[in-house]
């Protein structure tokens, strides 16, 4: 489960405002889970409009063809993984952890030709197996500070 003081995990209030950002200044990571969705290109626009980047974390099975996924590269938008199929990662073995996931990066990683470095686990569910796992991949497990459900 989330844990605030797990200094492998990446979140806004610990890691991002350490990044580029100008000392003093305040920044905001905007992170949409669960896609891509067939909302996506209205959320694109809007995006777009208001110059703003976010961070999208796909599942797999959601995966298709027609979803704009260039558009989301070309704008300069960020994708990590978010599993195969949305399963509570906790109640899987490490051997099933390590599919799920894998297999998820390489999908995303064929699709868009870049290299995941990011991954959120569903429901925000994670244990060691996990962990262990991301690190065996050299994916930087992402949760939230403020969410909705998921």
Do not use: C
């Not at 492998?8 to 991002?16: F, G, M, P, Q, Y």
């Not at 350490?18 to 694109?44: A, H, N, Y």
């Not at 199929?85 to 390489?106: C, P």
């Amino acid at each position: 489960m989330y844990d605030w003081e797990n200094k492998e995990i990446w979140t806004n209030k610990k890691n991002w405002d350490k990044q580029d950002s100008p000392k003093g200044t305040k920044s905001l990571i905007l992170t949409f889970d669960d896609g891509p969705s067939s909302v996506l290109v209205e959320l694109l626009d809007i995006l777009k409009k208001h110059q703003v980047r976010a961070l999208f974390f796909w599942q797999s099975k959601l995966l298709h063809v027609k979803r704009p996924w260039k558009r989301v590269i070309e704008e300069r938008h960020m994708i990590g993984g978010h599993s195969l199929r949305h399963r509570v990662l906790t109640r899987l073995s490490y051997r099933d952890q390590l599919h799920d996931i894998s297999t998820n990066l390489k999908q995303l990683e064929s699709l868009t030709g870049q290299e995941m470095i990011y991954f959120r686990p569903p429901f925000g569910q994670f244990n060691e197996d996990t962990l262990d796992v991301l690190k065996k991949l050299n994916v930087m497990p992402f949760l939230w500070e403020v969410a909705g459900l998921d």
